[in-house]
């Protein structure tokens, strides 16, 4: 109209599976104390999110890397993270069902990130989350290579106690 550019959208919701996973943490944030069990429920919804039975899920836990790789570029430095996934800690089969979630028990956990994939083998429907193990749980860590990870066992301390610190170079 008028000559005038006319951007005009339309959203229009689809469902590319037949089903969804979904993966909640027993352990109740995004992070778990070093060496302490975790367990995670698996739930599969339909489109309209009503619980399904759904059997021979594969599932893998990874533990995660992240690296930095340095360039200039338009006379400026910058970065770019790179996530590199070490071979799996645990992998195995579930099973969940309309009434009762899949589970996964993992023990024994060094410092670091993780991420837990499920999938169904049969129809490439898949799901993941990452979580983190260790002291950094309660602060935001640095996420540029010019930062250091530096958190502390405790929120908050008394006088004369003594700190642990956790530093990641």
């Known amino acids: 109209p008028g000559g005038r550019a006319v951007i005009r959208s339309y959203g229009l919701p689809y469902q590319l599976n037949a089903f969804s996973l979904g993966i909640k943490p027993r352990f109740g944030t995004d992070a778990l104390p070093i060496k302490q069990p975790g367990e995670m429920d698996v739930i599969a919804v339909d489109a309209q999110g009503k619980p399904l039975a759904v059997d021979g899920l594969h599932y893998e836990l990874l533990r995660e890397d992240y690296e930095y790789y340095w360039y200039y570029e338009d006379s400026r430095w910058d970065f770019k993270s790179i996530t590199r996934d070490g071979s799996p800690i645990s992998n195995g089969?579930?099973?969940?069902?309309?009434?009762?979630?899949?589970?996964?028990?993992?023990?024994?956990?060094?410092?670091?990130?993780?991420?837990?994939?499920?999938?169904?083998?049969?129809?490439?429907?898949?799901?993941?989350?990452?979580?983190?193990?260790?002291?950094?749980?309660?602060?935001?860590?640095?996420?540029?290579?010019?930062?250091?990870?530096?958190?502390?066992?405790?929120t908050s301390y008394n006088a004369g106690d003594s700190a642990k610190v956790f530093i990641k170079a």
Do not use: C, H, I
Not at 97 to 119: A, H, S
């Open 93 to 154: 089969t579930l099973s969940v069902g309309t009434d009762k979630p899949g589970l996964v028990q993992f023990k024994g956990l060094d410092w670091g990130y993780y991420r837990l994939e499920v999938y169904d083998p049969k129809t490439n429907v898949a799901s993941s989350t990452r979580f983190r193990v260790g002291w950094f749980v309660d602060p935001v860590a640095g996420d540029t290579p010019d930062k250091l990870q530096v958190t502390l066992d405790k």
